[in-house]
């Protein structure tokens, strides 16, 4: 099973952060697909999960900004994070999940998106 | 918002030593919690969950133990491979929350 990352790595201020994970020896409709980011230096933050379903769930500091997606056909999920601004840089990770999100068995390498214009 | 605290924030050990890690919720998440381990440019990879059950793959020198607000991480022996950041997660409320790492380092 693996899970990869891919998108822009420079996205400007107030422009949407957009980014695909490509699954591969899974299928996208079983199991819960999150998303997760880590600043430079920093700690991880989860940003939320898509389910097969449609259902999503989001952390509530980005709520207002995020929108999760799947694509059953592609065997892929997405992530589009809006307005963004500096403090949004982060390697990004998506996972896969269990009930709801977590744990996360199978993390993709990451992607850094830097917010810089 | 649940939150996690790690301590200590870093731990310096020689390879060989037992190394114990704390996680503690601000309240109760019952066994709903995960450990990872992060080395340096990788992304975090899932030892622990349930507070106890290993994952797949990973050696029995990890051991998890807790429930409600207290959790511990124990590597009996530390192997030169297992110097990381080691994360909680709790996954039993919303938002999922990650403490804020203990780093792992040799002394």
């Known amino acids: 099973e693996q899970l990869q990352e891919s998108g822009p790595g420079l996205v400007k201020p107030s422009e949407t952060l957009s980014l695909t994970c490509s699954v591969s020896?899974?299928?996208?409709?079983?199991?819960?697909w999150s998303w997760v980011r880590q600043p430079p230096g920093g700690g991880l933050e989860w940003i939320g999960y898509v389910f097969h379903s449609g259902s999503t769930n989001y952390n509530p500091s980005l709520k207002s900004r995020v929108t999760m997606s799947i694509s059953m056909s592609s065997n892929q999920f997405s992530l589009n994070l809006g307005s963004v601004i500096p403090g949004d840089t982060a390697v990004y990770y998506c996972a896969r999940g269990g009930y709801g999100g977590a744990p996360l068995y199978t993390w993709g390498q990451g992607m850094l998106v830097t917010v810089s214009s | 918002e649940i939150v996690m605290t790690q301590s200590p924030a870093t731990l310096s050990v020689f390879p060989g030593d037992r190394v114990t890690l704390s996680c503690r919720a601000s309240q109760s998440v019952r066994s709903n919690l995960a450990w990872y381990q992060q080395k340096p440019g990788q992304a975090p990879r899932l030892l622990i969950y349930g507070a106890s059950p290993r994952a797949t793959g990973i050696p029995a020198r990890f051991s998890g133990s807790g429930s409600g607000t207290e959790f511990t991480l124990t590597i009996s022996s530390l192997q030169s491979e297992d110097f990381a950041v080691y994360y909680c997660?709790?996954?039993?409320?919303?938002?999922?929350?990650f403490g804020q790492g203990t780093k792992v380092e040799i002394k």
């Open positions: 997660q709790q996954y039993n409320d919303w938002p999922r929350t």
């Open positions: 020896g899974a299928s996208i409709t079983d199991y819960y």
